[in-house]
């Protein structure tokens, strides 16, 4: 089977040390396993679809010589993919919508004496959709996500510790969380290489990779942050 890693940067005005440093390993691994570098753009949000933002990413990486087999790809323009896997996990009852705010979340908290956050509480309340609604994944509340992490080894992760989590917002568009499980499966990514920073988003990928039945997940390889 061919490598085939991808860089995915979020679109943010500039490139910074880090990420270059991520896009340097996720080239070098690419090129030392006679593999592919895919380079995907994670545009989701609408704030940050701006040509500057996207040079601010491609220029530099040219400029340091890091080039790509693949790409740039820009999840904005599969938006449609994204979309049909949420409808999908709501169909499946993998998902639900919800139209409370998080200060909302945080009130009914407080009056049942529970931590602030969101506690599931429109899970089995069969809303329908609206203009304020946004749609959460059904976190299982039992068992536990394990990561075998090329760099930091076996990463475990408690279901109770992760709340219903948001795949859609109220204005329709999908998170990353779900672009990313479709993309990468669409594009047959096997490894993914980047910061630690995004280790706690793992666990969330890997259940709706597993929920919309995605086949093989790629490896993760989590980098320490530089400081």
């Not at 690419?30 to 933002?53: C, N, V």
């Amino acid at each position: 089977m061919t490598t085939r890693v991808r860089f995915a940067p979020a679109p943010t005005g500039f490139l910074h040390v880090g990420s270059a440093r991520s896009a340097l390993y996720n080239w070098l691994y690419a090129r030392s396993t006679g593999g592919e570098l895919i380079l995907r753009i994670e545009d989701t949000d609408a704030a940050l679809r701006k040509p500057e933002f996207i040079d601010a990413i491609v220029k530099p990486l040219q400029t340091l010589g890091i080039d790509w087999d693949e790409g740039p790809y820009y999840q904005s323009q599969r938006k449609q993919f994204h979309v049909d896997a949420v409808e999908q996990l709501v169909a499946d009852g993998f998902a639900y919508f919800c139209n409370l705010t998080r200060e909302q979340s945080d009130a009914l908290a407080a009056e049942a004496g529970l931590s602030s956050g969101y506690h599931g509480w429109s899970r089995d309340k069969g809303l329908p959709d609206s203009p304020d609604s946004v749609v959460r994944f059904r976190a299982p509340d039992e068992g536990e996500i394990v990561i075998d992490d090329i760099i930091r080894g076996e990463v475990r992760f408690g279901c109770r510790e992760l709340e219903d989590f948001v795949i859609r917002r109220s204005d329709g568009s999908p998170t990353f969380l779900v672009a990313n499980a479709v993309d990468d499966a669409d594009m047959g990514i096997t490894h993914v290489i980047r910061g630690e920073d995004l280790l706690n988003t793992t666990p969330k990928v890997m259940l709706l990779w597993d929920a919309l039945d995605l086949g093989d997940k790629p490896e993760y390889a989590h980098l320490p942050l530089l400081v």
